[in-house]
Structure formats: structure tokens, C-alpha cells
């Protein structure tokens, strides 16, 4: 199949994704051309005006588009994230090439979670509906973000659920990797390393859930990698409040904050640590818990939506809380960090459920089954029944 790959604005996870799924699509024969645009994250408080621009660029995005596939007609395009939809929809409708839509976020569930502003979801809301049911077929990250798109009125037949995939060489246990990053750790006392937890997600308001948490666990450190670079730190908001919270809450000095960590050195500040911790209220697709997994490292979030309850296995590869209480938390990462038999049971069943289920080559089988039945290539559910 020839598959062209549509994103008009995707995240530095989207490219990282897509850039995965693209290399296992081709080891599997397929022909994958791609039309991406360049990495952005929105911020949230200006989340409107961003979707208005984008908005206004659809339509010469589409016209790219039709003027490339004129020349060489795909068979299947998938559209990664709503604008890049709405163009893939009009560009294919010229050409009768069937559009496959995922989207990496819905509104409706950002605005569930005050992610994004009050109101300014509403249109795009509207919009990820109506690209949805025109869609040939859509794909989604899990079980909750399917629900979320058959209350959008899409019909349950054309949406399959095809989790996040994990680069199982990059990110995988290696005892090595470990010695080396331990000797970063400041030690507890002189005999005594600490422990370490990791967060992978930046400087945002849930986090001051670990780092509350982080009072009743002495001789633990809490490093958190993601946002803006480490040099541009104090310019963010959200950093100087949590860095305020954490010298409040006495605990500065087993805080670091990292900024961005390249996706070369992500594995290697995984390794180091013991546990990795999410907070996030809404994990689309559970990227980074998919890639601690993959090193080995058991997870501990606080998650009532998303991808990561399809993702962990409650007791075996980690544990699932409830969101927002930080004394919760602080208990089970105690008992957790001092149970050394039942820490090393999950790090083996974290690295095994990861290659087993979340390896590329297996999500890259998975898609491209939907892009074969939406491309008429494979018998719908009722032809094969029939």
C-alpha cells in the first residue's frame, strides 16, 4: 500500500510516533510517504487563538496536499490531530482516497480536566465530531478515548483502539545504563543513596501532587523532565510556582527540575531511577509510561482517565491511585520503595508487558489492518461474517 501520513501541527511525541510507526510500516513492505509539519506545542492559555490559526491554514494545507497526491494517488491517508483531518478530508474527498483519523487529544476531554480554557472548546469540539463520522474509519489510543468519541456521536464500528507503540531497543532494562546515572543521586545520608522517582511530563499544577507527597518520603529525590529547556526554566509559570511550592513544602533540595530531556537521554534518566510517578489527570496515550516500562521501571500514577489504565496492570506492573491526594500517594510509594522483592517482581513484569503488547512492529500490524479494510484491501466485520 502507499500511506500517506497527514499532520499539520504535531507535538514532539506525535513526530516521535509517527516517525516510529513510519520504520515499522516500511519493514512491513508498505510504501509510507509523510506530509508533517513542524513540532508545536500550544500553550493552553492561548489555546484559542492557536486552533484560529491553524484553522485559517487548512485550507492552503489542503490545496498541498491535493497538488501532491494528483501526481501520485495514495491508497490510505491517515490524518493525525483534527486540522490535519479537516484537510486530509477535503484534499482526499477530490481523489476518493479514504481518510483514517486519530486524534492525539479530544477536546471534550481536555475541557473535562481544565486543560484548556472554559469555551474554547465548543468549535473545535463540533469539528473532531463531524471528522470523525466522516472519516473512513478512526482510530483510537483507548478504551476511554473510544468512549469519549461514540458520546461524539461517531459510531462504535468505525472506531478500533490501537494503543501507543514503544521503541522496545532504545528503551529497555540495561544494568549498565544504571550504574552509571546512580552515581548522580546525592546521598541520603553517608552510607545511604537515595531513592529516586521521575516524572516525564513538565512543569504543570498537577505535579504539586509529587511534590507533596515527596514531605512524608525522606531520603527520596524527585526529578522532573519535560517543557521548556533547563535555561529557560525561570521564565515559565508554571515553574516558578512549583519551585515556590517545593522551597514552601521543604523539600527544594530533593527537587530538580530538568526541562527538556532529549529522547537520545531519556532512557538512560529512567534507568536511574526507581519508580516512575504521573500525576497527569488525562494520558491520551501514556508515551512516556510505555517507555519507562520498556527500561524496566515500574509506574505509579494517578490517573482516572486515558490511555494508562488500558496500559498498566494494577499490582503487577505498577499501581493506578486516585488523582489528587498526595497522602495516598506518599503511603503507597513507601510501601513500594521499601519492598524490594515486590519492586523487582513489577520492574520484570513492567519490561515484559511492554515488549509483549507495546512493541512497534505489533502496533504497526494493528494500524495497518484498519488501513487496509478502510482502503477496501480487507473484508469489513459483515463481508467476513457473511
Not at 519493514?27 to 513542524?38: L, M, Y
Not at 483531518?85 to 486519530?102: I, M, N, W
Not at 492525539?104 to 480554557?117: D, E, I, M, N
Not at 511534590?211 to 529547556?229: K, Y
Request: net charge neutral; proline share 7%; glycine share 8%.
Amino acid at each position: 500500500m502507499k500511506i500517506a501520513l497527514v499532520a499539520q501541527q504535531p507535538t514532539d511525541g506525535d513526530r516521535i510516533r509517527l516517525r516510529e510507526l513510519s520504520r515499522a510500516l516500511t519493514d512491513a513492505g508498505q510504501r509510507v510517504i509523510a506530509d508533517i509539519g513542524a513540532s508545536g506545542e500550544l500553550n493552553p492559555a492561548d489555546s484559542d487563538a492557536g486552533d484560529r490559526e491553524l484553522l485559517a491554514q487548512v485550507t492552503d494545507f489542503a490545496g498541498r496536499l491535493v497538488t501532491r497526491w494528483r501526481r501520485a494517488r495514495p491508497d490510505v491517508v491517515p490524518a493525525v490531530g483534527w486540522t490535519s483531518g479537516l484537510a486530509a478530508l477535503a484534499a482526499a474527498r477530490e481523489l476518493d482516497v479514504p481518510v483514517v483519523q486519530s486524534f492525539g487529544s479530544l477536546a471534550v476531554t481536555l475541557r473535562r480536566h481544565g486543560l484548556r480554557p472554559p469555551g474554547t472548546s465548543t468549535e473545535r469540539s463540533r469539528l473532531e465530531a463531524a471528522i470523525g463520522r466522516s472519516a473512513a474509519a478512526v482510530l483510537a489510543t483507548s478504551s476511554a478515548q473510544a468512549a469519549d468519541l461514540t458520546r461524539l456521536g461517531i459510531s462504535r464500528r468505525a472506531v478500533t483502539i490501537v494503543p501507543c507503540g514503544v521503541d522496545i531497543t532504545s528503551f529497555a532494562p540495561d544494568p549498565s545504563a544504571v550504574t552509571k546515572e546512580l552515581a548522580a543521586r546525592q546521598p541520603s545520608t553517608p552510607s545511604e543513596q537515595r531513592r529516586r522517582l521521575v516524572m516525564v511530563t513538565g512543569p504543570a499544577e498537577h505535579v504539586g501532587t509529587a511534590i507533596r507527597a515527596l514531605t512524608r518520603l525522606p531520603g527520596t529525590e524527585l526529578v522532573i523532565a519535560g517543557g521548556p529547556p533547563k535555561d529557560v526554566l525561570g521564565g515559565d509559570d508554571d515553574y516558578l510556582t512549583l519551585a515556590a511550592l517545593a522551597k514552601a513544602e521543604g523539600v527544594d533540595d530533593r527537587v530538580t527540575f530538568a526541562g527538556h530531556v532529549g529522547h537520545a537521554a531519556l532512557p538512560g534518566l529512567l534507568r536511574s531511577a526507581d519508580l516512575l510517578v504521573s500525576t497527569s489527570p488525562a494520558e491520551p496515550t501514556g508515551m512516556a509510561v510505555l517507555e519507562a516500562m520498556a527500561c524496566g521501571l515500574p509506574v505509579v500514577a494517578c490517573a482516572a482517565d486515558g490511555a494508562l489504565p488500558d496500559i498498566l496492570l494494577d499490582g503487577v506492573t505498577g499501581l493506578i491511585l486516585p488523582p489528587g491526594r498526595p497522602h495516598v500517594l506518599a503511603d503507597r510509594l513507601r510501601r513500594l520503595l521499601g519492598h524490594q522483592m515486590l519492586l523487582s517482581g513489577m520492574s520484570d513484569a513492567a519490561a515484559d508487558r511492554a515488549r509483549a503488547r507495546f512493541a512497534w512492529p505489533r502496533i504497526a500490524a494493528e494500524t495497518l489492518a484498519v488501513y487496509e479494510q478502510a482502503a477496501g484491501c480487507l473484508p469489513s466485520d459483515t463481508e467476513a461474517a457473511a
